[in-house]
């Protein structure tokens, strides 16, 4: 911002946000002297505020707690001419209560109420904190019974402040209390809510109860990140224990073989960064070793400490770091010398390398010539106390001269190091020969550069003693054998790669000349290879150079392809007058009145197309098919009935064999059952019904059924509805869909049979596993207050629809039935995320049907959503407001968003800025700048390069996630004959599932699978992956018919739609399928079956849907038939994990016993992880131990966790033990190494010798462990 000395309102207003909790990694102080460093900038730069930042400067000083005067504050308004809002007051009472201070607060409160601003909850929270903080616990709950005096009902964030309020003051009686009040409110406490609590118990010095809080976390979605977000706030605050026992409720992620990925970076980053003492944090670094959560946590703080600029933290945990016996790193050092070289203290850097060579690290040379070098010199280079300085530092003088002729061929000053070798005559390293050539083909200097080249080839023509103790790149750069390289062949190819123009045989030429005085020889090979590069720029000095001092290959270019875009058709007018010009000359015209005769019909001009026809009947020409359809469906659409059905009588006539078309048919009897021929229509749907053609999902021919059907049921005629969908599935014209089965409801409830009705709409669920009308039958439901119905209802879509949706639908039942509260306590439903779709269909159906009451409602109760979308809903309600012209209302909304900390977009504020503007009334906040649209008559200045421009900005807008702009560019680029590249389109798809755009994204990626190919694998497995979680099978299924078998077990594909069919409800139409593959598959068909069968989708069946087990269990028996075991596997899993081991047995026996199909069993190791269950693992164990083809690899797999499981209920003699029993038939090396460290861990710490001394990691052989009979295979994983 201060470099392009602007920003708009809204980038100001991010930026001011941005300094508040939304950074929680920050030190509150430093948060704070940001945000000010913000607001003078945006004040010296003149930037526009309006009250909208004052308030946001507000909720950062309340977050951060930084004192500061409210009456000062006012007084900064009034000097900026702003008039202050009711947030702005709102967060003055909030200022003082931090202080407790209340008669400060009652101040604004009686100001206020003199200004008839509205006293929210928000302000009722701020006094029970302010109360709390004066110590007056009784006038804090006292607020309550006030809220709810004046008609407010205590929401949960009253109660957290309250929680929160008793936590200061260590009363964890009040606190349990509180939350028994709570719960017998229907109050839901969320964890991040809860998790305040656990801040001010820490912060207050009340550790002791921390555990009792931390009890009652409930872990659901989110808690991650709040857990996160909570420790950053414990160490800001000085309590590391709280914050490390915080993080230890955090769920640690665990492969099959119980090994944990490092963990807990952001902690020990963290420690540093909130200043803990060293001590400290090498302390936290050896207790994340020790138990094995992060064996690299010693390295993640020096890199933490080095980013942040702490040398002497980051010198101390070096230090811890050699003595652990970790391997050091020059580049650990660059930070810190540059630390010293910012601030001029050339001793200190002087220092660090001496503290290198103390601590043996390589000294390289990228450590001299980018960093202690440039650190050190001012202007020009004093070599002679730079050697001098280094040597005191313990380098030798062949060393510190390779650091100095790296550093000026860096630069370019090739004849300085010559000189330089001259005086001290030193060989160099062949490491720099590159550097070398580029040197010389920036400065010409031939001279020179054979005199340092010349030392290279010295050092490499002698034995590699290692007299120059200065490193390379690697030791691989290093010469493997005694026989010398070509350094000065590959040199002079370096030059010739470096140069690349004309000038290169001029320069090698004079190179040459200068090599050849020095002595330098060079290979034949490489003679021959400069030869053939130079090709006809050889001259023949240089090939006499060459063989004195005794080279090539082309690239080919891609060709280009043009677009040929497509043709247009004739209009009546040119047909009209066509047919004028074929007259007067007197030429046949009837192909003309052919054309004209299908254009006036689709036009629907009745007349001309008879008086056409007439014409052409004249000629006698034969009317073909095509136009006597055409003219049938004009007369349809004209609502002559008579006419339609007496052309379809002469068309049939004259072709017997010829039927229309089902949507033209539809249509033709939709015509019969308004004028009430229901017979008739019957009839011709019966007789027209296209043969042996597959029934298609065809959105046009199932809407002109509905409407054809619609015109029974708006009737109530119930036996008719039937009879028409009877007709249509006997032909299998349509599928039986909610839209198809609606009207059957309909008719029903027109006679008001909501009996009726809900008997036709439980059997339609359970047959066709749709749900028509059950919006219309919901609201009934609701209406008539019949929760058994509506529970009813529920419970059917739940099976069709899955939960989520389901309530997701009630919500909306509620909401337009007036039922708010309701509503929102279903909102309230732990783990309940935002569906992004759902809701924005939802708020513009409300918009386009005015139904601003309900939109008002739906934006209310979907505040405390998680990751909802507050913007576009937002914007919505504007638009609402914009249509009904209330100003009132609509700048209400800005006012709410302040209130909430919802930032405004450009786009939102524009639109009411505009608004505001047309009616008269002042814009209370700085309008952004409208976009710049470029129209693409302004690309075509330079033709030859007309896709370059949009394809640039296509690119821009996708890396800035300005997807309406990219999608509207693509349509641009390839209307223009263009087309964007796979990873291009892929990029686009995968910015859109980030937006949660999922339509958009899934449309794209369908368009590329028809033209054959797809988003690469990544991002496709992405997109995917998202479509299973919402329940998407429909497109799933689309994706599958295009993509390869490769493709799919890549993405994991089989597996992605077995979780959305039961993310969607629809498990047993899942196992229906699979059963009907297995039921029609022939022999051949099986190899196939068996690798696409989703081995982690039938665990996650049955795990999630146990009510599934008998259709399993057929599944099993079918495919064991054929030899293939995997579902029975999959069975006996769950069956082992829910305890039920006699029934385990009994498949493992019928399935399972003597196969050579090796045994899975990741899930039972992952189930007795989650749930501390050694019981289980031994169980697991014993069987395994029973079986004598088990693998000693996979035995030590169960061992392993077995012993984990131990560790983390702090058993430790107990697992050695069991170790000790296991080591009679097993060896340590079949042992996960995590966690024998874990155990070794453990017994030391009870002062105990743990007397086995555990084998370095290895990378274990898993394709032996996979042939084995029994493994924990990755396939039955429910995430594949």
Known sequence: MKSLKCATSTQSLLLIRCCGNLVPEELPEVRTKLVQDIWKTLHQLGIPLDISHYNALLRVYLENEHKFSPTEFLSMLEQSGIEPNRVTYQRLISRYCQEGDIEGASKILEFMKEKELPVSENVFNALIMGHSRANDMDSARGVLGVMQGAGLEPSSETYTVLLVGLAEHGDMEGINATLAECEAADIVLHDRELMEVVYALAVKGHDGFVTEMTEKLQKLSGYQQDTMNLIYRLLNGGCDKVAYQMFRTMNV???????????????????????????????????????????????????????????????????????DGSPLRAHYFWPIIVHYSKLKQKDMVYNTVKEMISLEVPLTLETFKDYVIPGIVEKQIDHEALISALKDCGMSVPAIINSCIAYHLERGDVVIAADLLSKYRTRVTPVLRRELATAYVRTGEAVATANVLGQMVINNQETASGEADIEGDSEESKPKTKEPQDVAGMFLLDTMYFARNAQVAEKLEKLLQAMETRGINISSNCASDIQARLGENVTSTITGLLERMSSGDLTLQPLSREYQGPLNTQSIEVLERRLAEQQIKNLPVTQILSQLLISYARNKNVEKAEETKRKLEAEEFPIGVGQWVILID????????????????????????????????????????????????????????????????????????????????????????????????????????????????????????????????????????????????????????????????????????????????????????????????????????????????????????????????????????????????????????????????????????????????????????????????????????????????????????????????????????????????????????GQLNLREKSELVEALVQQSQLTE???????????????????????????????????????????SENIKKTVSYDNRLSNAYLASGRVNECLDALIHEIDTASEADIPHLQQKFPRGGILGFLEKEPSTIEKVKVLSEKYAAH???????????????????????????????????????????????????????????????????????????????????????????????????SLKHLSLSDYNTTALTRLKAGVELSNKTFPYTIPEKVKTDRKNAKSSSSSSSSSDSDSD
């Open 253 to 323: 992620p665990q492969n099959a073989e119980g090994e944990i990925a490092p963990v807990g970076t952001f902690f020990i980053k963290h420690l540093v960064k909130s200043n803990m003492p060293v001590s400290k944090v090498v302390s936290y670094c050896q207790e994340f070793k020790k138990e094995g959560l992060n064996m690299y946590a010693l390295e993640r703080a020096l890199e933490a400490s080095l980013n942040a600029g702490k040398p002497d933290t980051a010198l101390a945990l070096i230090r811890v770091m050699r003595e």
């Open 634 to 977: 004009m007369y349809v659409n004209a609502g002559r009935l008579e006419e339609a059905q007496a052309a379809l009588a002469e068309m049939q006539q004259r072709n017997p064999e010829v039927k229309i078309t089902p949507l033209k048919m539809m249509r033709m009897a939709q015509l019969m059952l308004t004028e009430g021929r229901v017979d008739d229509a019957i009839k011709l749907i019966g007789e027209h019904a296209p043969e042996d053609v597959e029934r298609k999902d065809d959105l046009i021919v199932n809407n002109a059924c509905w409407r054809m059907i619609n015109v029974v049921a708006e009737k109530g005629d119930l036996s008719s509805v039937r009879r028409l969908l009877d007709v249509l599935f006997e032909k299998q014209i349509v599928e039986p869909t909610s839209t198809i089965m609606g009207p059957l409801i309909k008719a029903h409830l027109v006679h008001d049979d909501l009996t009726g009705a809900m008997e036709d709409f439980e059997k339609i669920c359970k047959e066709h596993k749709v749900t028509p009308w059950k919006h219309e039958l919901t609201q009934r439901c609701i209406k008539l207050e019949d929760t058994e119905k509506l529970q009813k209802i529920m419970d059917l879509s739940i099976e069709v629809h899955g939960e989520m949706n389901s309530l997701y639908d009630l919500v909306f039942g509620f909401i337009e039935c007036g039922r708010i509260r309701q509503a929102k306590k279903i909102l309230e439903t732990p783990g309940l995320r935002a569906r992004h779709n759902r809701l924005e269909q939802r708020c513009k159906r409300y918009l386009d049907e005015g139904m601003i009451t309900e939109l008002e409602n739906l934006v209310a109760v979907t505040r405390d959503i998680f990751d909802v979308d507050r913007n576009m809903m937002y914007m919505y309600l504007l638009q609402a407001y914009e249509r009904q012209k209330d100003c009132d209302k609509a700048l209400g909304i800005w006012t709410s968003m302040q209130e909430e900390s919802v930032e405004p977009n450009d786009a939102f504020l524009l639109k009411l800025g505009k608004m505001l503007q047309r009616h008269g009334r002042d814009v209370p906040f700085v309008m952004p700048a409208e976009p710049i649209v470029v129209s693409s008559s302004s690309e075509t200045i330079a033709p030859s390069n007309t896709s370059a421009q949009p394809k640039s900005k296509f690119r821009v807008a996708v890396k800035e996630k300005d997807l309406a702009t990219a999608i509207n560019l693509k349509a641009e680029i390839e209307s223009s004959g």
């Open 1001 to 1043: 994204a899934t449309k794209i990626t369908r368009d590329m699978l028809v033209a054959g190919v797809h988003p690469i694998p990544r991002i496709f497995k992405y997109l995917i992956n998202e479509l299973a979680k919402g329940g998407d099978v429909e497109n799933l299924t689309f994706f599958g018919k295009y993509i």
């Open 1123 to 1221: 030899g293939f075991v995997a579902p029975a596997n999959c069975l006996w899993q769950h069956l082992f994990c829910e305890g039920r081991h006699e029934e385990a047995q009994e498949i493992y026996n019928k399935y399972l016993a003597g196969k050579t199909e090796r045994l899975m069993f990741k899930k039972v190791l992952m189930k007795s992880r989650d749930d501390h269950n050694s019981t289980l693992v031994a169980k697991l164990s014993e069987m395994l131990n029973a079986k004598q083809d088990t693998s000693s690899i996979a035995k030590g797999l169960v061992y392993s966790c077995w012993i984990d499981i131990l560790c983390n209920t702090s058993k430790y003699d107990e697992g050695l033990t069991v170790l000790e029993a």
